[in-house]
């Protein structure tokens, strides 16, 4: 199980996908607490717009993406919705089925289009090198850092969004200007993160590990500490056993990975309903 640490881009590869999964299933908690789990999906497609667009211009394959991430960030963060018949999720999804249109399109143009896509989506992990784990362990360590020093008001302001209530969020924030400092700067932190995950891992495995930690962990527990915990402890086994799954049966890492990080949610959907299922006797009884 340990042997494939024998090979040095595996070693990488789980380096990096502890940093990346770690912060990424953190943020997942307040994507999930926030009903926007889209974002992950329509941000990471942004992201990937942007390489596709630099590959195309044949410049700026570095900048382009970020500021691509960035405007997509400041969009999301910008939409406010006044009619209740529409939802987040759906302009979300909007903006994410044109960003994919248009990055297929882009990516067509290339010399290797089909294989450029696959890389996309399920990105290229067991390439990373150190200087790439470098760059990216500083990056998520100084978002790590900014959500650590001010987890109190980015739960506020994801505890507003679960109740709805306007009231709620202008009693924990003196004005309307900080409501929406913050929720920026949450949307900026993710944008970054995406951006630089969606580079190493793509799209599908970036959004499954921001998504499918946090949702097993709300399962399972209540409190913002112990969900935290658990959808950190959910990532680190995916990041571990999808790479021996990659590792010892030749399969693709990013799909590995995506791979067993569903087989664990559906241990703990089982756990769940065994939990409810249990609750409802003793109730009963």
């Not at 399920?122 to 990056?139: A, P, R």
């Not at 790479?243 to 791979?259: I, K, T």
């Amino acid at each position: 199980m340990f042997d494939m640490f024998q090979l040095d881009f595996m070693t990488q590869a789980f380096i990096v996908s502890i940093i990346i999964g770690v912060v990424l299933s953190y943020l997942g908690v307040h994507v999930v607490g926030r009903g926007i789990v889209f974002v992950d999906l329509a941000l990471g497609q942004i992201s990937s717009l942007g390489v596709a667009f630099s590959d195309y211009v044949g410049y700026g394959k570095t900048i382009i993406p970020i500021l691509f991430a960035l405007s997509g960030a400041l969009l999301m963060a910008l939409i406010n919705i006044r009619d209740k018949r529409l939802k987040l999720e759906a302009i979300i999804g909007i903006i994410y089925a044109v960003s994919s249109a248009a990055t297929v399109m882009l990516i067509s143009k290339t010399p290797h289009g089909d294989s450029d896509i696959q890389e996309v989506l399920f990105g290229n992990i067991l390439s990373i090198n150190w200087e790439q784990i470098q760059i990216i362990g500083t990056i998520f360590g100084a978002i790590a850092l900014l959500h650590f020093i001010f987890h109190k008001k980015f739960f506020l302001l994801t505890e507003s969004f679960e109740k709805e209530d306007s009231d709620f969020a202008a009693s924990h924030f003196s004005k309307k200007g900080w409501f929406s400092f913050w929720n920026f700067l949450f949307y900026l932190t993710i944008g970054l993160a995406i951006v630089f995950a969606v580079r190493v891992s793509g799209v599908i495995p970036v959004f499954s590990f921001l998504i499918i930690p946090a949702v097993g962990a709300i399962m399972l527990s209540k409190k913002e500490l112990n969900i935290t915990i658990t959808a950190v402890i959910i990532s680190v086994l995916g990041a571990f056993f999808g790479l021996n799954v990659s590792y010892h049966y030749d399969f693709p890492a990013g799909s590995s990975l995506v791979a067993v990080l569903g087989g664990i949610f559906l241990i703990m959907s089982l756990l769940y309903l065994f939990k409810n299922r249990k609750k409802d006797q003793e109730e009963n009884n």
